[in-house]
């Protein structure tokens, strides 16, 4: 299939993915508690209601307030092009695109937490400073999730690590563990249980959402939908990483099944957050932490596994 034609379907993928994927874990934790829910796509008009209105300014911001949101928007959508969904490789991709990727997701987080300092608010400077301290706890685990499978591939683009071989039961061991690090990561990049509850209106509690309470009609709906672009990239490279189906010999099959496995992380997701509550706030740093934990493990298994092998 022509590259053109997969680096067009996984566009389409992004501008629809999140509001999809979204509806799934919603649904899903609908159907938890017993109820009907929303619609599957109550994103979509949610982010339609928002354009239609006009934002509101307090007169203590400047224009970083009003950039912050689309700074948020473009480096996730950026992310996305990097991430492999429907091939073997992402439309942007290049040796050592992760790095980009990750100082993508840091950039727009420091935009808002900027544009959430410019509001004045002590509430919104709370979150602003909860989510520096969290992110910055689960950004190594990322760089060391990703060593560990390039320990095993020598490879230095995000395509060619996530296509992890599984040879040993340490690099099954090695496989969950990335896993297990990469779920932590979506959970704090996106916002959702049981880092963050993007439902919750606890200005005391919240770490996202108290830095966006200023932010209103399209630029709030920038900020949505770049949280749901963050939700479906993180998704995708679990996805990705698991996909059993070789994607040169099976490109279409390939892109298949990497979505079905999103939507199955959307489920798992929804699942998580309804069999479980928000994590106190003195608890986050262990579990964050846990995150960089598991990657080492991956990492350490990957070197005995070399070394048994010589």
Request: hydrophobic share 55%.
């Amino acid at each position: 299939m022509p590259s053109i034609v997969l680096a067009a379907a996984q566009v389409i993928v992004l501008l629809l993915g999140p509001i999809a994927l979204v509806g799934v874990i919603n649904r899903t934790k609908s159907v938890w508690v017993g109820r009907r829910g929303v619609p599957l796509l109550q994103l979509g008009y949610d982010l339609s209601r928002l354009l239609r209105k006009r934002p509101v300014y307090s007169g203590t911001t400047t224009a970083l307030f009003r950039v912050a949101p689309y700074v948020a928007l473009a480096t996730a959508l950026l992310t996305g092009l990097v991430v492999p969904l429907l091939a073997v490789r992402g439309p942007l991709s290049f040796p050592f695109d992760f790095v980009l990727v990750a100082y993508s997701w840091g950039l727009g987080r420091l935009f808002l937490m900027l544009g959430a300092l410019d509001t004045g608010s002590a509430f919104e400077g709370m979150g602003a400073s909860r989510e520096a301290k969290y992110s910055a706890l689960v950004e190594p685990a990322f760089f060391l999730a990703l060593g560990a499978l390039g320990a095993v591939t020598g490879s230095r683009s995000l395509a060619e690590l996530l296509q992890f071989p599984v040879r040993t039961p340490a690099d099954a061991f090695a496989i969950v563990a990335v896993v297990a690090a990469l779920l932590v990561l979506l959970q704090v990049e996106s916002a959702r249980i049981p880092v963050d509850d993007p439902a919750t209106h606890l200005e005391l509690t919240m770490i996202h959402e108290v830095m966006v309470l200023d932010h209103s009609g399209p630029d709030l709906a920038a900020i949505q939908y770049a949280a749901g672009l963050k939700l479906l990239v993180g998704a995708g490279l679990i996805a990705t990483l698991v996909n059993p189906v070789d994607a040169v010999s099976a490109p279409l099959l390939f892109g298949g099944t990497t979505l079905a496995l999103i939507l199955f992380i959307g489920i798992a997701v929804g699942t998580v957050e309804s069999l479980m509550a928000r994590f106190k706030l003195r608890a986050l740093p262990q579990y964050t932490l846990g995150a960089c934990v598991a990657a080492l493990l991956a990492l350490l298994a990957n070197a005995w596994n070399a070394g048994g092998v010589r």
